[in-house]
């Protein structure tokens, strides 16, 4: 089972967003953005014509909550149901792109970076020499490692927010030092560090020294102990991969 959220055709449709979930091989859609690309204001009354295998409550949270989702069939009947012009345009776009495009590929959507590369990319070059950042190292130790394994980090969560596990593991790295390490533990300087959307917020660089702590730490402590809390609630996708990371080590 695995949840997808893509940019949606604003301009056309109305959307913001297309959200999937794959159960079985087989496509749901988030029933409230089908209706409301088909202008069916009526959710209650559109969903009332559906079949009842054609429409369940979603098995996982979708924007922190239970959402009712529709079936491939199901989605056929509400564009006959609807009346805008452009329904049958909509049908297209979902059976001739969105659909194929995610069973050829397992998604759909821009070939567009993830987040989490894009910071990557943007930041590197603003760490000083002989230092290094924590998403410079996470990039290949944690983004690369579950690449490696077939997951990649999605840009949101199910409550909509950005997933950004190296704000997690800067946070407790320091509290590792100062439990841990003590005497190194203020052996760091703060570099601006930019995000995709413009804004620029500081951030530690930590001296090289500390690499083989900092790869020690995300190893033995936050991979095995804290990240099943991290992407329990974010993207429990990830839950079945994290068994690899540690049996990979």
């Known amino acids: 089972m695995q949840l997808q959220i893509f940019e949606g055709r604003k301009g056309e449709f ?5 959200t999937t979930v794959e159960i079985n091989t087989g496509i749901w859609f988030l029933a409230k953005e089908v209706c409301r690309a088909l202008e069916l204001k009526d959710i209650n009354s559109a969903l009332g014509r559906l079949d009842p295998d054609e429409k369940i409550i979603s098995p996982m949270p979708i924007n922190g909550g239970q959402e009712i989702i529709i079936s491939e069939s199901g989605l056929y009947s509400l564009v006959f149901a609807s009346r805008k012009p452009t329904a049958k345009e909509f049908q297209r776009w979902i059976t001739k792109e969105v659909i194929p495009t995610i069973r050829k590929t397992g998604g759909y959507g821009h070939a567009q970076a993830p987040n989490f590369m894009v910071r990557f990319n943007a930041n590197w070059s603003r760490v000083d020499q002989g230092y290094f950042s924590v998403i410079s190292e996470l990039f290949i130790r944690l983004y690369g490692r579950f690449e490696h394994e077939g997951y990649k980090i999605p840009d949101k ?6 997933i950004r596990p190296d704000v997690s593991v800067g946070r407790l790295f320091s509290t590792y030092l100062k439990n ?13 560090h930019a995000f995709p959307d413009g ?3 500081d951030a530690r660089q930590y001296s090289n020294d500390l690499l083989p702590i900092f790869i020690q ?3 033995t402590d936050w991979i095995p102990n804290q990240a099943s809390r991290y992407f329990k609630t974010r993207d429990p996708v990830a839950l079945e991969y994290l068994p690899k ?5």
């Open 199 to 201: 804004s620029e917020h």
């Open 14 to 18: 109305g959307l913001e967003n297309l």
């Open 157 to 162: 969560a199910l409550d909509g927010k950005e």
């Open 217 to 219: 730490f995300v190893d």
């Open 245 to 249: 990371l540690l049996t990979a080590q």
């Open 180 to 192: 841990n390490y003590p005497d190194v533990a203020d052996n760091f300087k703060m570099y601006s």
